[in-house]
């Protein structure tokens, strides 16, 4: 499997990008996809995730209302839609695929996309 985020960048305070994260290699609508992030000296954590199906979705308290996850299995691809940017929101933001059934658990990451907000 193979994920290539893309979309990052510098926005000011207040701003919005979106991220997208390509997926190739396996069949995308088994995966589960999340955001991850990771801000320098700091742990890499959850942003939001969706299950295959798009049933599904969560959100870090410290994003809901202004980050939307959302994904095209007929585009293999997965997104997420960051509003209201804060300076805080200042990370690398990684995409992390999961599969699991009751005999495999596959999964893996992105390389990850700089997203700095910063006036």
């Known amino acids: 499997v193979q994920l290539v985020e893309s979309g990052g960048g510098l926005v000011q305070p207040g701003g919005s990008l979106r991220l997208s994260c390509a997926f190739s290699?396996?069949?995308?609508?088994?995966?589960?996809m999340s955001w991850y992030r990771q801000a320098p000296g700091k742990e890499r954590e959850l942003v939001a995730s969706?299950?295959?199906?798009?049933?599904?979705?969560d959100y870090a308290d410290s994003v809901k209302g202004r980050f939307t996850i959302s994904r095209d299995n007929a585009k293999n691809t997965v997104y997420l839609q960051m509003n209201s940017l804060k300076p805080e929101d200042t990370a690398v933001y990684y995409c992390?695929?999961?599969?699991?059934?009751?005999?495999?658990?596959?999964?893996?990451w992105g390389q990850g996309t700089q997203v700095t907000v910063s006036s």
């Open positions: 290699g396996f069949t995308f609508s088994q995966y589960d």
């Open positions: 969706i299950t295959s199906a798009g049933r599904d979705i």
């Open positions: 992390y695929a999961r599969y699991s059934s009751s005999w495999s658990l596959k999964t893996y």
